[in-house]
């Protein structure tokens, strides 16, 4: 039974994000996904999804509204590391809980592949992950909109047929097997550290990395707030 869930806004002081970090790890999370939707249908042009990373804004502001929202839509991504549902998981520890539920919408919540899932206590990068890889979803699906509104008039929804079938390719393949998801965040974690010794772009240094213990030659890569938006030209799509 999904849990009620409240809605706490009081992120403790004595946690501090080191918001470069983040945009290192948004963006390297970012160019590996888009990189592998190529050669399917939902693959981007180069030039698209250079805008993806161009357009990141990773934030770390309390707005005071109750909810410090993310959002996305073709032409900004942005993440909020002050996101209610980020604040729960923090306080979940001075609380004593050992997790708490980290809810999806309404409509979708209880699906198995997209909807919502128990956070360990703490475990503030699952939920970055989770909001970077909502918020591509919107990216991903405004773009294809704009770019042919007749062959992908069913992602005209906020969070309809078109956004769930890109959410659920995006949370199967890097998300919802917890091995593969601690794999997938230590790995682009690892990329935000080279990036920091070699004072390069993270993504510059992912070409000879591998997966442990893989020695293919191939393998190249470490492995209801629903907005009513008739329109896609409306400024974001916004995350709970």
Not at 61 to 87: E, F, M, P, T
Not at 161 to 185: C, M, P, S, T
Request: hydrophobic share 40%.
């Amino acid at each position: 039974m999904t849990p009620k869930l409240t809605k706490k806004f009081l992120l403790k002081k004595s946690y501090e994000w080191n918001v470069d970090d983040q945009v290192a790890f948004a963006k390297s999370v970012i160019t590996q996904c888009l990189s592998e939707l190529d050669g399917t249908v939902y693959s981007l042009p180069k030039a698209t999804k250079q805008k993806a990373l161009d357009i990141l804004d990773v934030k770390n502001v309390d707005y005071g509204n109750g909810h410090n929202c993310s959002r996305a839509n073709h032409k900004k991504i942005i993440i909020n590391l002050q996101y209610w549902q980020a604040c729960n998981v923090i306080n979940a520890i001075a609380e004593g809980k050992p997790k708490v539920w980290y809810k999806e919408y309404n409509s979708f919540d209880k699906d198995p592949e997209i909807g919502g899932f128990y956070v360990d206590a703490g475990d503030v990068q699952t939920t970055v992950l989770l909001q970077v890889l909502h918020e591509l979803a919107h990216f991903i699906q405004c773009s294809l909109w704009y770019a042919d509104r007749k062959r992908w008039k069913h992602m005209l929804k906020a969070h309809g047929e078109g956004f769930r079938a890109i959410y659920r390719v995006l949370r199967n393949k890097y998300f919802n097997d917890l091995k593969v998801r601690q794999n997938f965040i230590n790995d682009h974690l690892l990329d935000v550290h080279i990036a920091e010794l070699f004072g390069k772009d993270a993504n510059d240094h992912r070409e000879p990395l591998r997966p442990l213990g893989c020695k293919c030659d191939d393998c190249l890569d470490l492995i209801e707030h629903d907005l009513a938006i008739n329109k896609l030209d409306l400024d974001y799509v916004e995350l709970r």
